[in-house]
C-alpha cells in the first residue's frame, strides 16, 4: 500500500474539502479539488533534507483563485496533526522567488532555516528550506 511500509503508514495526504457554491461557474467547479497538501515521514518517502525524527511537507497546492480562504490551512494542520508521536520536526522546501509561499510558511510558524540549489526540469532552481517545530 502506498505510504506504508512494513506496515507502518510513511504520510497523509489530504484535499482541502471540495467547493460547495452555488452559481453556473462554481458548479461546473463543485467536483475539483481547490487544494492538497502531502506530508511524509520515514527515509523512504522524503527528501535529504529531513532528517531522523521528521516529517517533510512535499506539497501544499491551492488553486490561486482560492487564496486566502483557508483552503490552505486547513488540510495542512490536519497533516500536521496526522503526525505520529516520534516527529518533532517538519521541513519543506520552496522555491526561493515564491512570495506568497513564503508569507503562507511563516504566517503558519514556520521558519526559512536553509537555502538549497537543486535542478528541477533540468534547470537549477534556488530553493529555501522552511522548518517548524510541532
Known sequence: MEGETAGRRQGVFVAADRTAETGTEA???AD???GFVDVRWGEETTKPFVGRGEAGVKAVYVRPDRWGRGIGTAPLERGLD???DRVDTVRLEAL???DVGAGFYEARGFE???AIERDIAGEPRA???WTKRV
Open 82 to 84: 496526522a503526525l505520529p
Open 27 to 29: 458548479a461546473a467547479e
Open 32 to 34: 475539483a479539488v481547490t
Open 112 to 114: 526559512r532555516t536553509d
Open 127 to 129: 530553493l529555501d528550506v
Open 96 to 98: 526561493a522567488e515564491n
